[in-house]
């Protein structure tokens, strides 16, 4: 089993920074993603970065050149570094971790989610 908490979220003046962390404990096979999500109300939760075990990073377009994640695999850790935020930002934020056996399928975990607000 695995488990990711999150701290990091809190209220922000648009143009603002927020920096998100996630620590994941357990079972962590060594093919796996780190990665935040997030969900705006009535909303869908959307992917907004990933890193990969391999150093593959993706960004939603909406995010890039003002979100950066980054990951330390040895400690099983994953931060989100969010600046410039806009309202339109404001969600709960999800820590996402994804991981498989050489030959398993994926299983997901999350973390309980922060909520960030970025005010106008």
């Known amino acids: 089993q695995v488990q990711l908490v999150e701290s990091g979220g809190g209220l922000v003046q648009s143009g603002g920074s927020l920096r998100l962390s996630c620590t994941a404990s357990?079972?962590?096979?060594?093919?796996?993603?780190m990665g935040w999500y997030r969900q705006a109300p009535g909303s869908q939760r959307e992917l907004v970065a990933v890193?990969?075990?391999?150093?593959?990073?993706n960004y939603a377009d909406s995010v890039k050149g003002r979100f950066t994640i980054s990951r330390d695999n040895a400690k099983n850790t994953a931060a989100l570094q969010m600046n410039s935020l806009k309202p339109e930002d404001t969600a709960v934020y999800y820590c996402n971790l994804r991981t498989r056996r050489v030959l398993g399928s994926w299983v997901d975990y999350w973390g309980q989610g922060t909520q960030v607000t970025v005010s106008s």
């Open positions: 357990g079972s962590i096979w060594s093919i796996n993603t």
């Open positions: 890193s990969t075990s391999g150093g593959d990073i």
